[in-house]
């Protein structure tokens, strides 16, 4: 079943330096106990794309569609979007701490977001938060349930953040970078409580990261951005073993492994990601892409005109490239300077 | 075999508690009986979770931080407790990269000043640094135009690179790194290991390079060694900590880390720790590992095993009562 469908997504900010385009035209859905990875480095707009979702992009401007369970929430009324938000769908932020209100008992916060959606009275709404907590595998939830924030370690902060978001059974997570600030040791235990959570529930997840780590452990299909666009979409398995784009295949090659052996380099892809203020003409990628280096003037020019356009490559497989080609072995990016 | 250019024994760092009117505050022994050499150009990885003790023992080895117990010896020579007088002329050979190229800039000063400060520091002849900085700015891949920039034109990658032609104005023979690429985004990280491999094999340079990420450790690494509440639990050769860890908290904090490869993540054997490393303040007896190890029993909760060969044919040491190799 399919939760979430967003198609053409765009976010664009004024600033004072100009007009930030965050987010250029994105799809994809997401559906019921899967798990949609996107990845992407800093001002990709991984995280825009997940804020606009939710109706948390105060002062931007949002075009295109997103419909969540048949209901079009672009241009809803804000009451419509709040009713969903936190109840159907819920967010987990990276930073546990700034989340949460520091005033309040974790038990406070998630018995507000129950009393909120469902009009339950304290005692009720309480008990909820506890339970939820247990859920979470929070010792003595029952006890931890009166402490605040602070007194949490990182890792059971995470913990109580994904209690927030269960507590109104959401049929959507929407997580961005839970994990980035914690230890690996933890990340591995809220990875796989996402993943048990999901198992039993049936939730949709939305796992936004930068880490090609996590997205293999956790992710059905992956979106990559580059740039405030889609740069490749395929299954996870697929992307990691048939990398199309040569930002994908540039992102793996680059990629330091503990699998690896001993003496592989590392082929890093040079410049630096595009500013959104003024991005590249034509593809987002070209400054650094080394089959643009390669390629003969006359194809060259078709890289910096338009935006080359998702096309269908294989079976839900899809990349933004108009140099692609299935070939094998790794590409030397070289950085073209204009 | 060459003599080790550092050595470090028993190095030991208590912050001191606070005495407050109604409650006395225990140091935190944020390092505890660390040990190991560092032999010129070669590249020791120290790796472990937050509040390990790794930046703390960085900041030790350049003096930034006052050991309270143990030695630093360069060359063989103690530096732990010799005045900043004689300290000076040993800092050109004793660099230091940090995390945050930003924050570790002067703002207000100009790349040409602020890669021009450890030479300067150093007495050089005015003629000499012109052309010397000129020359690092070339070695660390950018151009004698950016000198007269400021820290902010420049993208995070490119600020790391200032960082690193400072590190390296005055030729240091060791340069401690804490965390150099965990700021960057991941196609700039592989520039910056690259960079940094590359200015090893031509200046023969030594790094302790200090970071989480573990794939990154291995990459750069020729010995790593792993930190746990402020000791080493295990230290060896890459190949013999990564291919076959002798220390059950390397060996889950290994499997802990998602490799970019669906296929092979769904088949891995996973060892997932319980609960959070515990705070240096309030350490767990015997053993600190033992509350979150698999293979704990009752000797691992009295007694701290000490670092030791754990099998034959190799310089591995682990401390474990019960090594898995």
Known sequence: MTLLEVKDLAVQFDTAEGVVRAVRGVDFTVEAGRTLGIVGESGSGKSVTSLAVMGLHRGAEVTGSVRFQGTELIGAPEETVR??????????????LTSLHPYFTIGDQIAEAHQTH????????????VEVLGDVGIPEPARRAGEYPHQFSGGMRQRAMIALALS?????????EPTTALDVTVQAQVLELLMKIQQDR???IIMITHDLGVIARVADEVLVMYGGSAAEQAPAETLFSTPRHPYTRGLLDSLPRLDAADGDPLLAIPGSPPS????????AFHPRCGLYAAAPEAVRAACTGERPPLRLVAEDHRTACLLDSPSEGRITHQEVTA | MTAPLLTVQDLGMTFPGANGAFRRHAGVRAVDGVSFDVRPGETLGLVGESGCGKSTTGRMLVRLLDPTAGRVGFHGRDITRIGQRE??????????????PFASLNPRQTVQQIISAPLRAQGAAPKEIAAEVRDLIRLVGLAPEHLERYPHQFSGGQAQRIGIARALATRPELVVADEPVSALDVSIQAQIVGLMERLQRELGVAYVFIAHDLAVVRHISHRVAVMYLGRIVEIGDKREVYESPAHPYTKALLSA??????LAERRRERIVLLGDPPSPANPPSGCTFHPRCPKAQQICRTEAPLLRITSAGTARQAACHFPEA
Do not use: H, N, Y
């Open chain 1, 83 to 96: 009713q969903l938000r936190g109840r159907r769908m819920a967010m987990v932020f990276q930073d546990a």
């Open chain 1, 118 to 129: 469902f009009g339950t009275g304290r005692k009720a709404a309480l008990a909820r938060a």
């Open chain 1, 168 to 176: 109104c059974e959401p049929d959507l997570i929407i997580a961005d």
């Open chain 1, 202 to 204: 049936g939730l949709g």
């Open chain 1, 276 to 283: 959104l203020l003024a991005p590249p003409a034509g593809c």
């Open chain 2, 87 to 100: 300290l000076r002329p040993l800092r050109s050979k004793l660099q230091m990269i940090f995390q945050d």
């Open chain 2, 257 to 262: 880390v998602p490799l970019p490869d669906p």
